[in-house]
């Protein structure tokens, strides 16, 4: 009764543990989401007319910045209804995925108050990727042998989410060839961004056929017959 009793008291502290985890990151994305408006507004001494386009493109800039965000507060929900426990690095590798997080307004005021310039743009980009490659940390420890989640979990069901966290980081990676165009606007690497959802899109309809396949073909594979031994005592 007694070793029954620590056992459930050991279970209810992981879990308020892993509680407090989720509730901590949730909070950071919801400050870090709030704090990109604050750098919308317009300079002392200047009249809506004459700021309109630079407002706009804030507005735009914020747009893309904030679905970004909202992407991966997302991942990092489903990704943590997969864990089953916790443990030390686990819980270090979620606060570096929050130092990028909590970046991200730092990042963004920098992208809108200085001048268009190709350093910014890859400067407020990296920053992008470091939180998306934070995210796949996370779930690599997580999921290498099981580590972190149930057993039950197929392989190809963790290869498969493991590429679909990777898409955004590689997707801003690539979006910075751009930049290597003569006389382009620096901004034009910001705009190819509203494809993404149309990339990552095609990418999980790719991914799922491919495991609808490999499940057909799983289930209609033949089955080894059993080897009959002959009896021979003639």
């Given at each position: 009764m007694r070793q029954?009793?620590?056992?459930r008291?050991i279970f209810e502290e992981?879990?308020l543990?892993f ?6 990151c949730d909070?950071?994305f ?5 704090l990109?408006?604050l ?5 002392e001494g200047v009249?809506l007319d004459e700021?309109l386009?630079n407002?706009?493109?804030?507005s735009?800039?914020y747009?893309i ?16 209804t997969y864990?089953?426990r916790?443990?030390?690095p686990?819980t ?9 997080v ?12 200085t001048?268009?310039s190709a350093?910014?743009v890859?400067?407020?980009t990296?920053?992008l990727?470091?939180?998306g490659?934070?995210s ?7 999921s290498w042998?099981?580590?972190l ?8 069901e963790?290869i498969?989410?493991c ?6 980081p590689?997707?801003?990676?690539l979006?910075?060839i751009?930049?290597?165009?003569p ?10 961004w ?7 899109r095609i990418?999980h ?7 609808k396949?490999l ?6 594979a033949p ?8 009896v021979?005592?003639?």
């Amino acid at each position: 009764m007694r070793q029954y009793s620590l056992s459930r008291m050991i279970f209810e502290e992981k879990s308020l543990g892993f509680d407090r985890l989720i509730m901590l990151c949730d909070g950071i994305f919801a400050i870090a989401m709030t704090l990109l408006v604050l750098d919308i507004k317009l300079p002392e001494g200047v009249t809506l007319d004459e700021e309109l386009g630079n407002l706009l493109t804030k507005s735009i800039f914020y747009l893309i910045t904030f679905i970004t965000v909202a992407g991966y507060w997302v991942s990092h929900r489903q990704l943590m209804t997969y864990i089953k426990r916790q443990d030390g690095p686990f819980t270090t590798l979620t606060f570096l995925f929050l130092a990028f997080v909590v970046f991200f307004p730092a990042s963004f005021n920098v992208l809108v108050t200085t001048e268009n310039s190709a350093e910014v743009v890859i400067f407020y980009t990296l920053v992008l990727v470091g939180c998306g490659l934070s995210s796949f940390l996370l779930w690599a420890y997580a999921s290498w042998k099981h580590r972190l989640i149930d057993a039950a979990i197929s392989q190809h069901e963790i290869i498969t989410r493991c590429i679909r966290i990777l898409i955004m980081p590689i997707y801003f990676c690539l979006s910075l060839i751009l930049l290597t165009i003569p006389n382009i606007d620096a901004n034009a690497v910001f705009y190819s961004w509203f494809l993404l959802p149309i990339v990552a899109r095609i990418a999980h309809v790719i991914s799922d056929r491919i495991e609808k396949r490999l499940t057909r073909h799983h289930t209609m594979a033949p089955t080894k017959p059993e080897s009959k031994t002959s009896v021979s005592g003639e």
